[in-house]
């Protein structure tokens, strides 16, 4: 592992978690909610976040990867929905751990519309506002962020630094 310069600590991830939990709670109190987590970025976010939302609600995942082709061919994204719950008559809460383009949360969101839900929203911890490639922007988020890459909380870089407790950016990524 190389260091990793802290952006957000975990007392901050904490706070705004709360904070999230609190308005998710309002908004969601007697209605039939299931929150769907976004793997595997997601986890920590999702778990933290399900223990601040004070009302009943049900759990769904999904896997989402992007493949990439030979270099002339853009990303697609792969998204496998086989594990999710009825979502007929519920309303559904997507989360994710970044909003980036923000091409993963939309199509997400358009794949979940099809299974005829009373509602979908969208929720993230981080969002890089200034990349944004789609026409909406997360429901909800607590943090956002410049153009860095960033790791821990569930944000991994070749699948190392997933466990860190705070969201930081690795120092000189690349070996030179
Ligand atoms: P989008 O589809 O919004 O461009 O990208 C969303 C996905 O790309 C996220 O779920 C995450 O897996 C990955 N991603 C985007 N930006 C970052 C970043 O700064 N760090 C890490 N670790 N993953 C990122
Ligand atoms: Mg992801
Ligand atoms: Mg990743």
Request: glycine share 8%; aromatic share 6%.
């Amino acid at each position: 592992m190389k260091p990793v310069r802290r952006l957000i600590s975990e007392a901050e991830i904490e706070a705004s978690v709360i904070q999230l939990g609190r308005r998710i709670s309002d908004e969601y109190r007697g209605k039939p909610l299931t929150v769907i987590g976004i793997l595997t970025g997601s986890i920590m976010l999702v778990t933290d976040l399900m223990r601040r939302i004070d009302v009943p609600h049900k759990l769904g995942l999904v896997a989402a990867s992007s493949y990439r082709g030979d270099a002339t061919v853009a990303g697609a994204l792969k998204v496998d929905l086989s594990e999710l719950p009825d979502l007929a008559g519920r309303h559904v809460l997507v989360i994710d751990d970044i909003f980036d383009t923000g091409r993963t949360m939309s199509s997400i969101v358009e794949r979940v519309k099809e299974f005829a839900p009373l509602s979908v929203k969208s929720v993230v911890l981080l969002w890089k506002k200034s990349r944004m490639e789609v026409a909406i922007g997360p429901d909800y988020f607590a943090f956002e962020i410049p153009d860095e890459f960033v790791v821990g909380y569930g944000l991994d870089l070749d699948d190392e630094y997933r466990h860190l407790p705070y969201i930081g950016v690795v120092e000189s990524p690349v070996d030179l």
